[in-house]
């Protein structure tokens, strides 16, 4: 079984720092991963993903994130905060070996609350 | 708007009532997922179809819980005799062939009292 744990619920960093969001996960295999945000009262935005090929992946809003599979982690980052990421930020995987190459259900981490200090 | 929409966005309803909730996923993909969440939680997959055909059911998915996408593009989520622990926001999702990657509708925020 998979499982994806979002080290910190809560972050906080000065608008024009640096973001680090922590995400591991545990899989028999290589899995597909994902960022996603959340604003209050709505859905969730696919930020990034990583499927095969370059580990280094971008994102929208500036965000970017390195799959590393002897760390078996997938960190978001993003050079400069700004006031507008202050969201939800969800980590989720799925599992490529089962139905119809990453078609089955994405389990998710349980969030890390990105707050933005002026 | 093409994106994924759900409706109701909220619905409050008493203990032992039946809900159903439909989503509209975008137009071009066959894939769509119902998910729940919870306060303070991550979302938790409930099921999974391709066209109409429902291929996968988590065990979350009691009895009382059904979905259905009869011609493979809007889907239901029924839920019989509601109960208090019911109450999340049920969000559903889309997807195309490939690549991976669900887009996600605004959810339906469901209240039992």
């Known amino acids: 079984a998979q499982s994806v744990t979002q080290l910190g619920s809560h972050v906080s960093v000065s608008e024009g720092a640096l973001v680090l969001l922590r995400c591991n996960y545990s899989s028999s295999v290589p899995p597909y991963l994902f960022w996603y945000v959340q604003y209050p009262n709505q859905g969730l935005q696919l930020l990034l993903k990583?499927?095969?090929?370059?580990?280094l992946v971008k994102g929208i809003n500036g965000f970017e994130a390195e799959f590393k599979k002897s760390e078996t982690s997938f960190h978001l980052t993003k050079p400069s905060a700004h006031m507008s990421d202050a969201a939800e930020y969800f980590c989720a995987v799925s599992d490529p070996a089962r139905t119809g190459g990453g078609a089955d259900g994405l389990t998710f981490g349980k969030g890390t609350h990105l707050i933005i200090q002026p | 708007d093409t994106g994924v929409s759900q409706d109701p966005r909220h619905k409050i309803t008493k203990r032992g009532q039946n809900v159903t909730f439909r989503c509209d996923p975008i137009s071009e993909h066959n894939r769509l997922y119902w998910y729940r969440q919870t306060l303070g939680q991550g979302p938790e997959f409930l099921t999974y179809?391709?066209?109409?055909?429902?291929?996968?059911k988590s065990r979350l998915l009691s009895d009382r819980f059904s979905a259905e996408r009869p011609k493979g593009s809007f889907s239901t989520l029924e839920i019989q005799r509601t109960e208090q622990g019911d109450s999340a926001m049920y969000l559903c999702?889309?997807?195309?062939?490939?690549?991976?990657?669900?887009?996600f509708g605004p959810g339906t925020r469901l209240t039992v009292l």
């Open positions: 990583y499927t095969t090929g370059a580990t």
């Open positions: 179809f391709q066209n109409e055909a429902q291929l996968e």
């Open positions: 999702a889309s997807s195309p062939s490939w690549p991976p990657g669900q887009f």
